[in-house]
Every structure is written in C-alpha cells, then in structure tokens.
C-alpha cells in the first residue's frame, strides 16, 4: 500500500510539473506562411516571406537568395522595427501557380460539360473545340485571381495601429505565438 501511495505521488508531481512546464508561450511553425511587401517610411520596399511578427518588429525572410520561397532556405531575415513601417501586403506563397492550376481545372471542366452534350446530339460539329478555349479562359481568370494582392495593412509607423493587426499578422507569418 505505501508502494502504491509513493508511486501516485510521484506521478502526481510529474504530471503538474509537465502542466506548469506548458503555461509558458511557445512559437509554433506555420508551413501556409505569406510572402509580404514592406513598405518603409523612406518608400523603400521589402520583399519576402513573413518569416515571424512580434509587438515592437516585423520579421522577414529575404529574397535575395535563391529559393527563398522555401522555408528551408538559408535566406537573411531582416528584422525591421514598427516605426519604419507604413504598410504591409501580404499574399499566399505560389498563390498564382495555384490560381493559374484551379482556373484550368474549372474551364476545361466547364468547358466538357458544355461540349459533350451538345458534341453527342451532334457529332462532327466542332463543339469539342469548346473546351481548350474555356479552358484557357479559366487559367486566364485564374492567373490573375491568383496575383492579387491577398491584403494590405496599414501602419503607419504606429503602434496602436500595428498592435490592432497583430492578431492577423501573426496568423499569416510562418512562425507564430
């Protein structure tokens, strides 16, 4: 019986230290981090990825190497104070690739269920040719969905301003709180 009592307070002790241990913020990576423009004060424009946001900097990624899209690459990541900052845009990485592929897929699927009825009830018309030009319709469309920017914040070089977009900012950079 002692044995056993011992044994539960050991594991008691064990797990509130492992509960106290997890009350401290820990950063967690995000792999559907954005790319983002950062305006400065002086009209000076920083591209790359929104590596990290904090209360009083924004961190970025650069893109001065290659494969800088890649979270993995060995890139320089600028630290730029709030005070500097008077906007940030922020779009998804490969967000045209994405929207050039999904444009394609819905015109040419647009484009079959278009053609094919009508190509079955009357077959050597030339209605099949409905279909590439839908299709390159929709990755036109697609195209340039996919490169708009995503949305733009205004700083300002303030902080009330840049602590009110902290929350959104945060969910778009690849390290978060």
């Not at 924004?58 to 500097?84: G, H, M, R, Y």
């Amino acid at each position: 019986m002692k044995k056993l009592l011992l044994f539960s307070a050991f594991l008691l002790c064990l797990i509130a230290a492992s509960t106290m241990a997890q009350t401290t913020p820990r950063k967690s990576f995000n792999r559907k981090g954005y790319q983002a423009w950062v305006t400065l004060s002086n009209s000076a424009i920083v591209h790359g990825l929104l590596w990290s946001v904090d209360s009083s900097f924004v961190e970025i990624k650069s893109d001065q190497s290659k494969k800088w899209k890649s979270p993995d690459s060995k890139a320089q990541i600028l630290k730029i104070p709030v005070e500097k900052i008077q906007s940030i845009r922020t779009k998804k990485v490969h967000a045209v690739l994405k929207g050039y592929g999904w444009g394609a897929i819905i015109g040419n699927s647009l484009g079959f269920a278009v053609a094919i009825p009508i190509e079955i009830s009357e077959p050597n018309e030339g209605y099949i040719l409905i279909v590439p030009m839908m299709g390159l319709a929709g990755s036109f469309t697609g195209l340039i969905a996919g490169s708009l920017p995503d949305r733009t914040f205004k700083v300002e070089g303030n902080i009330n301003n840049y602590v009110s977009i902290l929350p959104d900012l945060s969910k778009r950079a690849f390290w978060k709180w």
